[in-house]
């Protein structure tokens, strides 16, 4: 169908600038028109006045529909981005947790191919054990050059960010590596203090994940990690879902990236386990048995253990907890995570020559339909 051309017409398009009423001509699988288009013969698909938006960008996703990436199995990889699919997700990073190396490189193989999958998160192995949250830390390693060699050998060009805890000995000299083969170094999972995380900052770790999760908290006689990172360049990731960081710290860091003109710096992230989508009961998430209840994903001690949020419900929440224009929301999940990704103009944007990767949302803000590259992907009772 993209082939052959879609004309989506009576949508609302949502810019970074704003919103306006118009259409979308889609061909061979790229944005060909936008605003008012004639393409007569083109099949016509009625938006019936619904936005029309960039496809969602998820930097940090480990599974849902019940799967789990980390179990390095490509049926399991299909149908967790379908699932994500039916949220407005038309690319994310499959996030592989630490575990033994030769378990995550099986992981990283079966990914091979997947449509959607826009290449790795690598959440380990070189965590602090002090900050392990969820995570097992009997698959942590100490940073070296060697470890990091062993576990990327022969998919260099898969792997896109590499979370690591910037204090331990050796862990600076990750990032030149993570550089050499094109990734995006992070910090996550650390104890390190204000001074440590600023010297990684400066370093070339220029992305930090999930934003005052598994780090040490924002205090006014230790700004840690999160002050770091908050008066760095760095891009952010931030899980919205109401548990874990509160809504008025989803306020706190919108205003003061607001005010400082570096709202393209934040991105929404759902870090979702195979119990999004699923029932409350019994799920796995990297190896490890995590219960689902009243829509909190937790080991069974109570440390929370990933989530079950999507990135449409992401979206609205940040609405909501943050007072958001709906095109700076959107941004959240679309341009500013194309950025990190070095995507940006081709996907994440609503523009004439981008891929044709699209949502189309309801007045409330669920999704209606879902195209990836102008193939319609999700559909609730539009078609």
């Given at each position: 169908m993209a082939r052959a051309g879609l004309l989506i017409r009576g949508a609302r398009l949502v810019f970074p600038s704003g919103v306006r009423d118009g259409d979308c001509?889609?061909?061979?699988?790229?944005?060909?028109?936008?605003?008012?288009?004639?393409?007569?013969?083109?099949?016509?698909?009625?938006?019936?006045?619904?936005?029309?938006?960039?496809?969602?960008?998820?930097?940090?996703?480990?599974g849902g529909a019940g799967a789990d990436f980390a179990d390095g199995d490509p049926e399991a990889a299909q149908a967790i981005v379908r699932f994500h699919a039916g949220h407005g997700t038309t690319g994310l990073l499959a996030t592989i947790a630490s575990a033994p190396v030769e378990r995550m490189r099986k992981a990283i193989a079966a990914l091979a191919g997947v449509p959607?999958?826009?290449?790795?998160?690598?959440?380990?192995?070189?965590?602090?054990?002090?900050?392990?949250?969820?995570?097992d830390p009997e698959g942590f390693l100490p940073p070296s050059r060697e470890a990091f060699r062993k576990l990327v050998?022969?998919?260099?060009?898969?792997?896109?960010?590499?979370?690591?805890?910037?204090?331990?000995?050796?862990?600076?000299?990750?990032?030149?590596?993570?550089?050499?083969?094109?990734?995006?170094?992070?910090?996550?999972?650390?104890?390190?203090?204000?001074?440590?995380?600023?010297?990684?900052?400066?370093h070339g770790a220029h992305h930090v994940t999930h934003l005052g999760n598994a780090m040490g908290g924002l205090h006014h006689r230790g700004p840690g990690c999160v002050g770091a990172a908050l008066l760095s360049a760095?891009?952010?990731?931030?899980?919205?879902?109401?548990?874990?960081?509160?809504?008025?710290f989803v306020h706190l860091v919108v205003e003061f990236l607001r005010g400082r003109g570096d709202l393209h710096r934040l991105c929404l992230v759902t870090d979702a386990t195979s119990a999004a989508g699923m029932?409350?009961?019994?799920?796995?998430?990297?190896?490890?048995?995590?219960?689902?209840?009243?829509?909190?994903?937790?080991?069974?001690?109570g440390t929370l253990a990933g989530s079950a949020l999507t990135l449409d419900r992401a979206i609205r929440n940040a609405i909501r907890f943050a007072n958001l224009p709906l095109e700076d929301a959107l941004s959240l999940?679309?341009?500013?995570?194309?950025?990190?990704?070095?995507?940006?103009?081709?996907r994440g944007a609503l523009a004439v020559g981008a891929t044709a990767d699209l949502v189309l949302l309801d007045p409330d803000l669920t999704v209606g339909a879902t195209l990836r590259a102008g193939e319609i992907i999700f559909s609730h009772n539009l078609f």
């Open positions: 001509l889609v061909r061979e699988g790229k944005i060909a028109a936008l605003g008012e288009v004639k393409a007569p013969g083109t099949r016509v698909l009625d938006a019936d006045g619904r936005y029309l938006a960039p496809g969602f960008l998820d930097l940090h996703v480990h959607g999958i826009l290449g790795v998160h690598l959440e380990g192995p070189f965590l602090n054990p002090e900050k392990a949250g969820a995570l050998a022969g998919f260099e060009t898969e792997v896109r960010v590499v979370t690591f805890a910037p204090e331990l000995p050796g862990a600076l000299d990750l990032v030149a590596e993570i550089q050499g083969i094109g990734a995006v170094p992070a910090i996550g999972h650390t104890a390190a203090t204000y001074e440590q995380a600023s010297v990684a900052l400066r760095a891009s952010l990731e931030l899980i919205c879902d109401g548990v874990h960081v509160h809504p008025a029932p409350d009961g019994r799920w796995r998430f990297a190896n490890r048995e995590v219960r689902l209840q009243h829509g909190e994903v937790r080991l069974a001690d999940v679309t341009a500013n995570p194309a950025h990190v990704l070095g995507i940006g103009g081709e």
